[in-house]
Nanobody
Framework: QVQLVESGGGLVQSGGSLRLSCAASGSFFSINKMGWYRQAPGKARELVAVIIGGETTNYADSVKGRFTISRDNAKNTVYLQMNSLIPEDTAVYYC????????????WGQGTQVTVSS
């Protein structure tokens, strides 16, 4: 059974930093892309950042220059370093990974709350 387990959320003041981690566990053949999405109250889930393989990255315009996604392939873990946080970053952050067992599909973590106070 494949699972994505997130950690690192919490409450931080505006201008502060947080680092999210997401580790994939279970038996699988490969992980293609890994990424982070977020969902604020009353809003749709949106892409924050994605990393494909070990190097190709893509960011939402709203987080460019402030957030950095990275990946440790040996640990099947993806990280999201969030700096210069603003109240608009407040949301539940979800880890996502496209994982192949026999065929591939998307898996989701349970979500971790990030709250930025002004």
């Amino acid at each position: 059974q494949v699972q994505l387990v997130e950690s690192g959320g919490g409450l931080v003041q505006s201008g502060g930093s947080l680092r999210l981690s997401c580790a994939a566990s279970g038996s699988f053949f490969s992980i293609n892309k890994m990424g982070w999405y977020r969902q604020a109250p009353g809003k749709a889930r949106e892409l924050v950042a994605v990393i494909i393989g070990g190097e190709t990255t893509n960011y939402a315009d709203s987080v460019k220059g402030r957030f950095t996604i990275s990946r440790d392939n040996a640990k099947n873990t993806v990280y999201l370093q969030m700096n210069s946080l603003i109240p608009e970053d407040t949301a539940v952050y979800y880890c996502n990974a496209y994982i192949r067992i026999i065929t591939g599909k998307d898996y989701w973590g349970q979500g971790t709350q990030v709250t930025v106070s002004s």
